[in-house]
């Protein structure tokens, strides 16, 4: 029995082999990301300690407008012989976000300011997928519906600003970190040979500031991706 359920098996695995392509790339991105929800802002004020030794922080970090991202990764997906796509895309990518600075408040003195902060969020993303493949005048388009699952490895805030006086004021220090952001994420492909574009949009469900006290304590993550892919 056991060499017939083996049997069985292999026959099946060279069914669904046969019935199947493996497609491996290797991808390049870049693009901008922000956040959206209650508590994301377009400006700021950086507090300055009057404590030795403590250093100085965006009150909020958390920005309306759009940082640049880069990143890169492999891409792995099945396609059948009914165009369908299962696949799978591994990234290390790092997502940044701005918030403008508008004072510098202190213990001593609250002034007006110019400047602004970048909250830069590093990932190991995973982006499981399914698809459909298309055929449009010689160019297969690959529509693609799936979630990121981006595990956040450092979260750092990177801030600078200039008062009235010329008083300069930075920081660079690391913020809380969710583990894990979950982003349902839409894509197109377009292939030509060896060579593909693609765009993406991910729409973050995971709130960054979910520890946080107050009423509308919500932030969360806009990612809009192009890259470019190689086929091996």
Request: with cysteine; proline share 2%.
């Amino acid at each position: 029995m056991k060499k017939l359920y083996l049997l069985l098996a292999v026959c099946g695995w060279a069914t669904l082999a046969n019935a199947q392509k493996l497609e491996i790339a290797a991808q390049l991105n870049t693009g901008i990301s922000k956040f959206a929800g209650a508590s994301a802002e377009s400006s700021s004020f950086i507090l300055v300690s009057d404590v030795a030794n403590s250093s100085s922080y965006t009150n909020n970090p958390y920005g309306r407008r759009f940082g640049l991202n880069y990143g890169g990764g492999i891409q792995l997906q099945l396609v059948t012989d009914q165009r369908l796509l299962l696949g799978a895309q591994v990234a290390v990518e790092q997502l940044r976000s701005r918030v403008n600075i508008n004072g510098i408040n202190g213990f001593r003195s609250n002034n007006q300011a110019e400047g602004h902060t970048t909250l830069q969020n590093s990932f190991l993303n995973l982006q499981p997928y399914l698809g459909r493949r298309l055929y449009l005048h010689g160019v297969e388009v690959d529509l693609t519906l799936g979630t990121d699952i981006g595990f956040c490895l450092k979260s750092m805030e990177n801030g600078n600003a200039t008062d009235a006086y010329g008083n300069e004021v930075t920081t660079s220090l690391k913020r809380n970190k969710p583990d894990i952001d979950f982003r349902p994420r839409l894509g197109i492909v377009a292939y030509r040979n060896h060579l593909g574009l693609t765009l993406s949009y991910a729409h973050g469900l995971t709130n960054y500031t979910s520890g946080y006290d107050g009423a509308n304590s919500e932030v969360y993550a806009r990612v809009l991706r192009l890259g470019i892919l190689y086929r091996l």
